[in-house]
């Protein structure tokens, strides 16, 4: 449900700020208030497309924000997302005069595909140039499914679906590499020729380069190992090793002391331990560094090798193993591609036949659904002036038809207007007054399905009058009692049925425009209801046909 919105600097708005409560909303002003600029505001906020040209003269910036009630179907997409926040929504859009648009889901930053997505399941808005998109058919399907009570079926389909095209496309992928099969493997035949003739193992060309760093090295390292160890413990006289020694018998003359004399003569016989150790493996690795022209120009050799094939193959040296194991892995897949066809095209049959399986329970499922949705409408129809009129929804399952994700069945609305008249395709209605009214009729039958919060009507009452009027005011007063329900109208008879009236007013100083939006008392809803009746001026007479009309429907609404 929504709450609340708060809307600056948005077209003539400068700065609203309106509550909604459950149950029918009207908003009613003077044409050229403003009345429909609320419902583009919150179209705006829901994700559709912006314009700077919706920004007030002179400001940098429009705002809108609103807070919902979430539905539960809303609550699970906002947790999935980690944008939940309890049991309110709010939801913020700014649009700036350079361009960029931000929206914001419960503080968070959303992109306008996430609005509009959440959107969908907050608040159901209907224009009064709606009935064009209800000329379409997968518009029609779209509605008769939002109907239905079918909601797992269309997911078992959508998901059977899914599987068989994800399947038919790996076939097809498979088939059409099977063109040019041969030449690639013959390709592949050669590349791996290449690099099994190099035969790089795993770690070999690290471990080949720090050989060759060290045999490379080999005489440099020669000579500072000596002078290293002289300096140790051999060929000069005051080596480490002797210098080591002459100290630990000097401190060993003072042990009897005890204390900090016994602590430095252990860690001078620590250091003199590390300092044989040191001298060993040193000795021992220079034992192991000999000066080795020939396996220097071979290991140089092989390495020049294995990065040559690796440029070759554009890789670095150390992955041509990996290189040549990926290639024998394409070429063992394409030796047994017909062998993978021949799984593929299986599996394929298998997931068509799982698909098979769904289409036909929800074929059933629309065909049912149908029949309630055209009978539901057709009274509807005839309660809004349209005698004798009847609406058909036909749902065409041919078999034959490729099956899409929502299945394979065509939607279509049909209708007579008129007694006698044969049925045909609301596209091919001519009256733009009869098609509002059959609208208002699909929309008010499409909106009574358990689970919708809010629905917003923007003058979808336009070209109905008298006693249409009323029963177009009856109908979506009835439809709050499943869902809030939010109506732009000009009809007092549509007005008159509300729980809640807001008028809409336009204010001018001579230099700006503002629009104000307040909610009336009672008596103030005889005024704004008159004012609807008659016009300027506004009578006694008037007044109380305003009042007349509000009793009435108090009445209406006890006896509900």
Known sequence: MLCMMHVRNFAIIEEVEVEFAAGMNVLTGETGAGKSILIDALGLLLGERASTDVIRAKQERAEIAATFEPTQAAKAWLSQRAMDAGDECHLRR????????RGFINGNPATMQNLRELGALLVNIHGQHEHQALTLQDVQRQLLDARGDYEDKLQATAAAWEAWSTSRDARRTLESQSTDQADRIEFLQFQLAELDNVAAQPGEFESLETERLRLASATDIAERGERAMRALSEGEPDNAVALLATAIREIENLAELGGEISDALALLNEAQTS???????????????EHDPARLSEVEQRTDAIRSIARK?????????????????????????????????????????ELDRQLGPLSRARQKAAKAFSAQVSADMN???????????????DEQREPQIHGRDRVQFQVSANPGQPLQALAKVASGGELSRISLAIQVAAGQKKGVASMIFDEVDSGVGGGVAEVVGFKM????????????????QVAGQAHHHLRVSKMTDG??????????????????????????????????????????????????
Not at 383 to 397: E, H, R
Not at 480 to 489: E, F, H, I, P, Y
């Open 477 to 492: 007063r009835d439809l709050a009692q499943s869902c809030q329900v939010l109506a732009v109208t000009h009809l007092p």
């Open 313 to 353: 193959h554009r890789v670095e040296p150390e992955a041509a193993h990996a290189q040549a194991a990926s290639l024998r892995d394409e070429l063992s897949r394409l030796q047994n591609a017909d062998f993978a066809l021949d799984q593929l095209l299986a599996e394929e049959r298998e997931k068509r036949t």
């Open 275 to 289: 300092l044989d150790e040191a001298a060993i493996t040193l000795q021992r690795f220079m034992a192991s560094t």
């Open 94 to 101: 700014v649009i700036a005069q350079d361009g960029r648009a």
């Open 383 to 397: 309660a809004l002036g349209m005698q004798g009129g009847k609406f058909s929804v036909i749902v065409d399952g």
């Open 511 to 560: 230099k700006s425009t503002k629009t104000k939006i307040v909610a009336l008392s009672e008596d103030e809803r005889v005024e704004e209801i008159a004012r609807m009746l008659g016009g300027v001026e506004i009578t006694k007479t008037t007044r109380e046909h305003a009042r007349e009309m509000l009793r009435q429907k108090q009445k209406q609404a006890q006896k509900g």
